[in-house]
């Protein structure tokens, strides 16, 4: 999952593009997460509101 | 009133699509300034101190320049090797170097090279790539184009088919005469020296393998 870092300097994106799943792991850790949260939240305001 | 679903909640949708173009907004403008950093052209400094830079200074025409494989990253990288010399110099200073690739990248565009060859996976596959042209065997000393030529290094052999590519047909897309003087050869050859020093990540992928792609092979 976690491959070696071979880019030629090391950077934050390089680090993000060096395995299949990488990429993908952080847009949905930065990206899902943050919606289940937001769900949640708007669940519980539409049921005090009822 | 039935509970209302949270997926039908304008709100939860306004939220999400706020929280998902603003951290992308971030991301790509920081994507911007790190891709600016990363290919940044180097210096005469940095070749000197064998600091390697994606993009080399433009006195990399003094250097021998060679494609090994890398293990680590899986495919083959530029190496920037000893002192070389380009049409009989090795120690063309910083300005003078510069010049002769301005020239060269100039020349490429009068003569519009991408009409038909690519150029850093720019331009059109009709032609062999050039991206990585200097680094074809074909050039070098046991490659075909050095004899055919008549000329002992792999810069003037490059320059005279330049000059008169219709008289060495090499493709069955033979390349025409496009009335490239002397100077502007220089340049252009120069200009293909630097761009194969380019760390292009292994692209063209495969570059040496594949039939057709390469001249004369």
Known sequence: ?50 | MANKSVWSDNRFWRRTATWVTGFASVLLIWLTFDTSAQIAMGNDQDLQNKVTKRVPGPTVINYKITYEMSAKRGHEIPVIGEKEKFFGRDDYSEEEAGALLHLGKLGSQAKNCMDCHTLLGNGAYFAPDLTKAWLDPAWGPDGAMQALTGKNTKEEAMAEFLMHPDQYPTHARMMPDLGITAKEAKGLVAFLKHMSSIDTNGFPRNFGKIKGAVHGK
């Open chain 1, 1 to 50: 999952m976690f491959e070696p870092f071979t880019d030629v300097n090391p950077s934050f994106f390089g680090w993000l593009n060096q395995g299949p799943l990488t990429l993908t792991i952080f847009l949905h850790t930065i990206i899902i997460l943050p919606m289940i949260w937001i769900y949640f939240q708007e669940k519980k305001r539409l049921e005090n509101e009822n």
